[in-house]
């Protein structure tokens, strides 16, 4: 399974930007999670968003929450992460992630890996 993510750039607090994870390879079963991990320079990893289509289960790190959305177009294979309200904070690498997770907001348990889009919110 390979994961593309795109839709990172440039954007203004307050603004909003709608990230993309799209598999290919094979198409993923209902039971694999699919997450959003982000990355800021000289910070850990941080979970971001979750969702797993068979238990109909979205997840929200609690700098997400009530900003962000995640959803599934499942026609498309795609994620996507909408994001509003950004704020400077929210600026990082952010990678989808796919897996088995037992919990969705462990990035152990995710085994596929997208390469990172860069998102920047200038304040």
């Known amino acids: 399974v390979q994961l593309q993510a795109s839709g990172g750039g440039l954007a203004q607090a307050g603004g909003a930007l709608r990230l993309s994870c799209t598999a290919s390879?094979?198409?993923?079963?209902?039971?694999?999670?699919v997450g959003w991990f982000r990355q800021a320079p000289g910070k850990e990893r941080e979970f971001v968003a979750a969702t797993r289509r068979s238990y109909g289960t979205t997840f929200y790190g609690d700098s997400a929450k009530g900003r962000f959305t995640i959803a599934s177009d499942n026609s498309k294979n795609t994620v996507y992460l909408h994001m509003n309200r950004l704020e400077p904070e929210d600026t990082g690498v952010y990678y989808c992630a796919a897996g088995l997770a037992d919990t969705m907001t462990f990035s152990s348990g995710y085994s596929y890996w997208g390469q990172g889009t860069q998102v920047t919110v200038s304040s």
């Open positions: 390879g094979r198409t993923l079963s209902a039971d694999y999670a």
